[in-house]
């Protein structure tokens, strides 16, 4: 217990750091929720300024026009100037129907619309497509004689039948934010599990120290297992806080299915960073060194593994180094979750597959600090 007891000695000189780092995450987190977002995916048209110049003046081109008005916004500038228009982006489109257009529908040869169009526009390409809808059904109808008696009013009635847009509404919508706030947490998990145990184990490190305790009563082993069982109790009490806040910031998603895989995930991912924490301290001895590491790590890490920049818009290279990193399973597994609808094993085993590769991981680690230690322990023997 006199190991044990020194450790939370330790922690309580800095305990003003952490409580630094939890009020820092906070204000940051609650500003970056209410400045966030969802994406909406939600259709509609978007008006071009368009000139329209019509030439042949009959009841099917005004149709026409009055069709477009779902399109464009109608502005009147002379034919001079639209070159200018166009190059200014005052307008999109200029559309010229051609004298004698009607007509032309039911004879040899049918003259073309002439239009002009800013070359950067996209919605012009919507413009084109009604023109284009709007003149073969014309023709359709004029040369089957199906438009007799009120031509505009079919070609309109038959137009307005549109496919009907569906907005897919999300059933997880209520869980961007806590998606953002657990993929975020990746980033302080790093840097205080990094920063405050390394620091801890620090102070057990120098020579000295360590051969007081090889002529004390507690034996090397039940030494090394009070330090594992001080960092693993450390670390789940960080987790413990910040599941807490986010149970306070977001009561209604974390109590579910969801909300508990998430801290799940979180709890997990902290175990291979007190494993790489404790490999960090066992290979350098500078309190200076452990804590530039601690900050490399904590901002690398989040950098190119999806907490600060979503996955998907990194580089594929990028990601590749990345899998090399554990966040980069826990942010992927934040992704899944935050979309799993159906709790079946299909769904479930690729993010039971990362908690494997995150165990793993502190296999790796640990293997790494034991054979480095013993390395260690033989030059100050």
Known sequence: MIVFKLYWKIFSKNFVTVLIYFIVFIFITLIAINSYKPENFEYSNVKSGVVFVDEDDTELT????????????????????????????DISMYIEIPKGYTASLTGEEILKIKTRSHPSSPNTQIIFRVIHKYSQLAFVYLNNDLGEDDLIFQ??????????TLTLVDENENFYHPHFYYNYMAYIIIALVLTVISSIMISFKPLGVKRRNMI???????????????????????????????????????????????????????????????LIVTIFDSRNVIGAFGTIFSLGFSFITGVFIP???????????????????????????????????????????????????????????????????????
């Open 62 to 89: 005004r149709g026409l026009k009055n069709y477009l008005e779902n399109y464009a916004t109608f502005k009147d500038i002379s034919k001079d100037k639209i070159d200018d228009a166009l190059f200014y982006n």
């Open 155 to 164: 070609l309109r009635e038959k137009l307005d039948l549109e496919v009907e």
């Open 216 to 278: 004390a009563s507690i034996s090397d082993r039940k030494f090394n297992t009070m330090l594992f069982l001080g960092n693993f109790i450390l670390g789940l009490a960080f987790i413990i806080g910040l599941i807490a806040i986010s149970i306070i910031l977001f009561p209604e998603a974390i109590l579910t299915k969801n909300g508990l895989f998430l801290m799940l995930n979180a709890l997990i991912f902290t175990i291979p960073m007190i494993a790489l924490a404790y």
């Open 311 to 381: 996955q998907y818009l990194l580089d594929k290279n990028i990601l590749l180094i990345a899998r090399l990193i554990p966040s980069y399973y826990y942010i992927q597994n934040n992704e899944r979750i935050a979309s799993l609808k159906h709790f079946n094993f299909d769904n479930l085993e690729s993010i039971f597959g990362n908690f494997l590769i995150q165990f793993a991981f502190t296999l790796v680690f640990f293997i790494i600090t034991i054979y480095v230690s013993r390395r260690r322990r033989t030059q100050e023997n």
